[in-house]
């Protein structure tokens, strides 16, 4: 059975491990967000939404100049609206370096619901964008942070 995570302005503090940028109002219904985020659901994102419109990530001149590269795996939430209803950071290498840039792309994302999912029901899913230059000082950990098993959205640069 697929889980449900419900978010309210009230339980918002309590879900520290769901969205951390909301756009949910003092007035509005809690979003039933159905949870695609385990490695084992991962792939039914496909089912429920197809992504319309995605905006690659601006490269941050600083770690282009120092030759970094690096990644941001987000937990995004997509509303019925098709458009991002918050994120939270799960990861980042090097620490800080992408987020702001993968959240400013993400910003711009929008995603159609499927056939199949005419009720269009929001959900939560996991993205990761990559930031890679070639001549990267830092490669070898790069490969170890970054590494995409689950086929998470990654950017071309």
């Known amino acids: 059975m697929l889980k449900t ?10 879900l ?3 969205l951390s940028i ?6 509005d219904e ?3 967000y159905l949870d695609l985020t385990s490695n084992d659901k991962s792939k039914l ?13 601006q490269y941050p001149m600083d770690a282009a100049r120092d030759g970094i590269s690096g990644c941001v795996e987000l937990v995004v939430g997509i ?23 993968a959240a400013a792309a993400l910003a711009h994302w929008r995603w159609k619901a499927t ?10 899913t996991t993205i990761q964008m990559d930031f890679m230059i070639g001549n990267a000082k830092n490669k070898s950990e ?16």
């Open 142 to 157: 790069v490969k170890t942070q970054c590494e995409n098993p689950q086929n998470l959205i990654t950017p071309s640069k």
């Open 5 to 14: 995570v419900k978010i309210s302005i009230f339980n918002i503090f309590l």
């Open 16 to 18: 520290a491990g769901a």
């Open 30 to 32: 809690p979003i039933q």
């Open 79 to 101: 509303k019925s609206n098709g458009r991002s209803g918050g994120y939270k950071v799960k990861k980042s290498y090097p620490e800080g370096v992408f987020d702001n840039y």
């Open 115 to 124: 056939d199949k999912n005419s009720a269009k029901v929001p959900v939560l």
């Open 45 to 57: 994102l496909n089912e429920y939404w197809v992504t319309l419109k995605r905006q690659e990530p």
């Open 22 to 27: 909301l756009d949910v109002k003092a007035n």
